[in-house]
């Protein structure tokens, strides 16, 4: 609710503004501007439709299962429209490198036992970013992230 009532004009006015002012003083090039997104994935993305009698009381579960699983990926993409092998999270205690076999060339992986993103998981993607950016440019390096609690933790 609050990410969408902070969704306005003079908010979305504001962000642009100060990007400018950040922009300008620090001379931040395109090519090492990156948006960082993280967002969750069903496994399976059309849901099949499911005939029951009415008033039937364990549809929503058999319909939800019928979903997948939940798969976290984080995305990195310059300005100019390049981008870094994506970081998969699945909800697992224990990652297994057979997980991302057929994934995107240099696509990296790990294990989270809600699929989100945690602090341990961040700092393996930190990694996996640094490793796919050009040292010079992470000099010089501003990147986008929606802020989530773990990130928060680990600032703090």
């Given at each position: 609710?609050?990410?969408?009532?902070?969704f306005?004009c003079y908010?979305v006015?504001?962000?642009?503004?100060?990007?400018?002012?950040v922009?300008?003083r620090h001379?931040f090039?395109?090519?090492?501007?990156?948006?960082v997104?993280e967002?969750g994935?069903?496994?399976?993305?059309?849901?099949?439709k499911?005939?029951?009698?009415?008033?039937?009381?364990?549809?929503?579960?058999?319909?939800?299962?019928?979903?997948?699983?939940?798969?976290t990926v984080?995305?990195a993409?310059?300005?100019?429209?390049?981008s870094?092998p994506?970081f998969f999270?699945?909800?697992r205690?224990?990652?297994?490198?057979?997980?991302?076999?057929g994934?995107?060339?240099?696509?990296?992986?790990?294990?989270?036992?809600?699929?989100?993103?945690?602090?341990?998981?961040?700092?393996?993607?930190?990694?996996?970013?640094?490793?796919?950016?050009?040292?010079h440019?992470l000099?010089?390096?501003?990147?986008?992230?929606t802020t989530?609690?773990?990130?928060?933790q680990?600032?703090?």
């Amino acid at each position: 609710m609050a990410r969408a009532t902070a969704f306005n004009c003079y908010t979305v006015g504001e962000f642009f503004t100060n990007l400018k002012d950040v922009r300008l003083r620090h001379k931040f090039q395109p090519q090492n501007i990156y948006n960082v997104d993280e967002t969750g994935l069903t496994t399976v993305q059309k849901p099949v439709k499911v005939i029951a009698k009415k008033g039937d009381k364990q549809v929503g579960r058999i319909t939800s299962a019928e979903r997948g699983t939940l798969v976290t990926v984080c995305c990195a993409v310059k300005a100019i429209g390049n981008s870094i092998p994506p970081f998969f999270i699945f909800p697992r205690v224990h990652f297994k490198g057979s997980m991302i076999n057929g994934g995107p060339p240099g696509c990296v992986g790990a294990a989270n036992p809600s699929g989100w993103m945690n602090i341990a998981t961040f700092l393996e993607w930190m990694k996996h970013f640094i490793q796919n950016v050009n040292v010079h440019q992470l000099i010089q390096c501003f990147y986008f992230l929606t802020t989530t609690r773990a990130m928060f933790q680990l600032f703090v």
